[in-house]
């Protein structure tokens, strides 16, 4: 699940990361109470306005602007909010903006420069270790650093059984180039976030920038924060930090009713129980010379109901040419599965788009008598290959 920026920086906030301070609003007039009243708490007096989306890069494509008077403020907070951002991770329609943060300004001048690092905290998969990944260069696209500069890049890995200890603070904060009251402020800064992204069970912690401040504090200026979506059961509190309107609404629709939905960019729809095979089955749809639609793992206790609603979620795709139904009777039962596809036909009505079935295992005879007796026109197969071979036919 991921986060906003604003309830990120919330979130590392509660562990005693220092943040840069910010009001979220969705209106213009709110926006300028906002900046009046971090003028009063903080004395700035140029504010950061930032675009609330779940993508990056969003300076790029004009989310992130600054005001330098409360009139800037308005007029800024009124071009920003309703328009849709469009951002390198982004599609073409962009993301709709209902939100912003009106952010004090971190970049006054003091005695020292102000510097900018990249980190995040994230787990290590080929290692199975949780790591911190670092760079002085802060600010940029980690991806370009990593391509023309990787020797700028640090990486410090966490040993589940000891922890983040504090000498591999001091060892991120001296790579950092840090001394003094900085390097303290650094340490004390690593330590806090490693602490929040353990134990809210996150996957990503990234902040791009960490900034340390013309009078030596680091802080967090921005962050992007996922969390683990399956340890949501021991933070009920997280539930409404969600924002469903930045997800897909056909996989939160999907979400509502138990199914495992992912769309992707193909021409062939995919209804398949089991995560590994439902892979398997995309990747013989690509083998075949086609694109899977979707990844949608109806799960092992699916009933007639639930594939009706996973056929109807598939076919809300414009772009589906065919659709290969993968079910491998273990748990759930394949006449159920063929049920809800009978149930989906004849409540859907008017469906001109070839359907592939192959049901194995469980009740498998019963559920082939259900799609004959129902006179749908279904090419039923039995083998994998079979199934490929049908996908690329119906696409020729």
């Known amino acids: 699940m991921n986060l906003h920026e604003y309830q990120g920086k919330e979130l590392l906030n509660r562990f005693g990361v220092r943040v840069q301070k910010g009001i979220v609003v969705s209106s213009a007039d709110d926006a300028v109470d906002a900046a009046k009243k971090l003028h009063k708490e903080t004395g700035t007096n140029w504010w950061v306005i930032k675009a609330q989306v779940h993508a990056g890069g969003r300076g790029k494509g004009g989310g992130v602007k600054l005001a330098k008077n409360i009139d800037q403020v308005r007029k800024i907070a009124n071009e920003m909010i309703g328009m849709r951002l469009i951002t390198p991770q982004t599609s073409k329609q962009g993301k709709l903006v209902n939100q912003i943060l009106i952010a004090e300004d971190v970049y006054y001048p003091g005695e020292n420069e102000t510097s900018e690092y990249y980190m995040s905290v994230l787990l290590n998969r080929s290692t199975g270790r949780n790591m911190i990944m670092y760079s002085t260069e802060g600010g940029m696209d980690i991806e370009m650093v990593a391509e023309k500069t990787p020797h700028l890049i640090f990486h410090e890995e966490v040993d589940p059984k000891v922890g983040l ?232």
């Open 165 to 396: 200890t504090s000498f591999q603070c001091r060892k991120i904060a001296f790579n950092l180039g840090l001394k003094g009251t900085a390097f303290k402020e650094m340490v004390s800064f690593v330590s806090a976030l490693y602490k929040a992204y353990y134990e809210i069970d996150a996957s990503l912690f990234e902040i791009n920038p960490v900034l340390k401040t013309s009078d030596e504090k680091v802080m967090a200026v921005d962050s992007k924060v996922s969390i683990d979506g399956n340890s949501l059961f021991r933070h009920p509190d997280f539930f409404e930090l969600r924002d469903k309107r930045e997800e897909d609404s056909t996989e939160v629709e999907a979400g509502e009713y138990g199914l495992n939905f992912i769309k992707l960019d193909g021409n062939v729809g995919c209804m398949v129980n089991g995560a590994g095979l439902a892979m398997a089955t995309m990747d013989i749809i690509k083998m075949a010379g086609g694109n899977p639609a979707n990844f949608l793992d109806v799960g092992g206790t699916a009933d007639a109901k639930r594939v009706e609603q996973a056929f109807r979620i598939i076919m809300k795709d414009n772009s589906v040419k065919a659709i290969l139904i993968n079910i491998f009777g273990g748990i759930v039962r394949c006449d159920r599965v063929a049920q809800g596809i009978v149930d989906a036909y004849n409540n859907i009505g008017n469906i001109d788009i070839p359907l592939i079935v192959r049901l194995q295992g469980t009740n498998a005879n019963e559920a082939k008598k259900l799609i004959e007796d129902s006179g749908l026109e279904v090419e039923s197969v039995i083998l994998l290959q079979e199934a490929a071979d049908k996908v690329a036919e119906v696409l020729a």
